[in-house]
């Protein structure tokens, strides 16, 4: 079966830096879209991010262009959220998401709630 596990989330102050961590097991990693997405409290899901295992292409919502970074590591199967430049509405729990390739990995970001596969996710805490 398909597992997701985050990790890296905590409490930072405005303008600080996290990495998120997803390993990826139970599943052929390379046919696989790995999405990032968010949900803070009393408020609706939101995609952050996308990366395509096999080719590396990606995407990013507009509310974190510029500021995070996502990256992979196949030989580990494992996708990484470099959160750089943080803001209090940034404050999250923050979740890794699987979908089969080839969807491509802009929609994959603009459907919040349409992933085949979740992970539990990780609570990241932004401090003004």
């Known amino acids: 079966e398909v597992q997701l596990v985050e990790s890296g989330g905590g409490l930072v102050q405005a303008g600080g830096s996290l990495r998120l961590s997803c390993a990826a097991s139970?599943?052929?990693?390379?046919?696989?879209?790995i999405g990032w997405f968010r949900q803070a409290p009393g408020k609706e899901r939101e995609g952050v991010s996308c990366i395509n295992s096999l080719d590396g292409t990606t995407a990013y919502s507009e509310y974190v262009k510029g500021r995070f970074t996502i990256s992979k590591d196949n030989a580990k199967k494992m996708v990484y959220l470099q959160m750089n430049s943080l803001k209090p509405e940034d404050t999250a729990v923050y979740y890794c998401?699987?979908?089969?390739?080839?969807?491509?990995?802009?929609?994959?970001?603009?459907?919040?709630?349409?992933?085949?596969?979740w992970g539990k996710g990780t609570l990241v805490t932004v401090s003004s």
């Open positions: 139970g599943f052929t990693f390379d046919d696989y879209a």
């Open positions: 998401t699987a979908d089969l390739l080839p969807i491509p990995c802009t929609l994959v970001v603009g459907h919040p709630n349409g992933a085949e596969s």
